[in-house]
């Protein structure tokens, strides 16, 4: 039998995304936000109350959790 996965909805970069709830890597998170093609990148995230700013780098994982905020923005274009 197969386990249904479970979607929650985030806040990437202020647009709702509906997204598995699981960890993600930098790189996927990245990829959701549509910011392929640079080389470094800055991500910041908060609980649903935008409360509690976190920082990510390259090999940073992120579990999504329900309401959560991520903000990618492009560092460099090396």
Do not use: F
């Not at 386990?3 to 647009?15: F, V």
Request: no cysteine; glycine share 10%; net charge positive.
């Amino acid at each position: 039998m197969k386990m249904k996965k479970e979607t929650i909805t985030i806040y990437l970069n202020g647009t709702p995304k509906n997204v598995e709830k699981r960890e993600y890597t930098h790189l996927e998170v990245v990829e959701l936000a549509g910011m392929t093609g640079y080389t470094q990148y800055t991500m910041v995230s908060t609980n649903k109350n935008g409360k509690n700013p976190k920082s990510y780098s390259g090999g940073d994982r992120i579990r999504m959790r329900e309401g959560m905020r991520v903000n990618v923005d492009l560092t460099s274009n090396g």
